[in-house]
């Protein structure tokens, strides 16, 4: 069945450091793939997607690409800042049955 | 444009005690969703509506039950509480493809 795969957490990292969190994912098809994120005390919000194979999403400074060849979805940031300090969540949409299937999460401390 | 909204914020509950939490959305949106947020597991999807007048089961629908009472307002009830309903609740809602979902703030519910 169709799973996502993130990498566990928490991360910690200092400020203007690089980020990667991994992400891989199961399905069939041509899922699309999304990153959201949840700052402390507030629901999730879309950071960026993507809807097919070498798509790259990008917004504040974060970017994924979508490898078919690896069914993967990295994130990255060249620069963090102390406010990137969230959970950031991967997700994929397979069809139009409008579910999501989600990583478990991966929580990420930026420190000054 | 409050986006949805989710009432209680808090909820402290006893074991067979009975709730309703409420979620409304002013995006003139057509699918909605219910979720459950616990530790180290993601998101799980409860219920979903993918249009007025409509509603289906997801991963984890046992003890719950829902209502799409109109476009905008979508309620999740539990008719028995349990403590392994203990979690936060998300409400979210989407449009057109792919399916971006906004979220409401989230419910923190208790049950002992």
């Known amino acids: 069945g169709n799973s996502v795969t993130q990498m566990e957490g928490p991360v910690t990292l200092s400020e203007e450091a690089f980020l990667t969190i991994n992400c891989t994912y199961t399905a069939t098809g041509y899922p699309s793939l999304f990153w959201y994120v949840q700052y402390p005390g507030e629901g999730l919000q879309l950071l960026l997607k993507?809807?097919?194979a070498d798509d790259k999403g990008s917004n504040k400074g974060f970017e994924a690409t979508y490898r078919k060849e690896t069914t993967s979805f990295h994130l990255e940031k060249g620069s963090v800042q102390v406010s990137d300090s969230a959970v950031y969540f991967c997700?994929?949409?397979?069809?139009?049955?409008?579910?999501?299937?989600w990583g478990a999460g991966t929580k990420l401390i930026i420190k000054p | 444009n409050a986006g949805v909204t989710q009432t209680p914020k808090f909820q402290v509950l006893k074991t067979g005690q009975s709730m309703t939490l409420q979620c409304a959305q002013d995006?003139?949106?057509?699918?909605m969703y219910w979720y459950r947020q616990d530790p180290g597991m993601g998101l799980r999807l409860i219920y979903y509506s993918a249009s007025e007048g409509t509603t289906d089961k997801g991963e984890v629908p046992n003890g719950y039950n829902v209502s799409r009472l109109n476009k905008r307002e979508f309620s999740l009830r539990l008719e028995s509480a349990a403590p392994s309903q203990t979690s936060v609740y998300f409400c979210?809602?989407?449009?057109?493809?792919?399916?971006?979902?906004?979220f409401g703030p989230g419910t923190r519910l208790t049950v002992t």
């Open positions: 995006m003139n949106h057509n699918s």
């Open positions: 979210a809602s989407s449009e057109g493809q792919p399916m971006e979902q906004y």
């Open positions: 993507a809807t097919k």
């Open positions: 997700a994929l949409m397979r069809g139009s049955n409008y579910q999501l299937i």
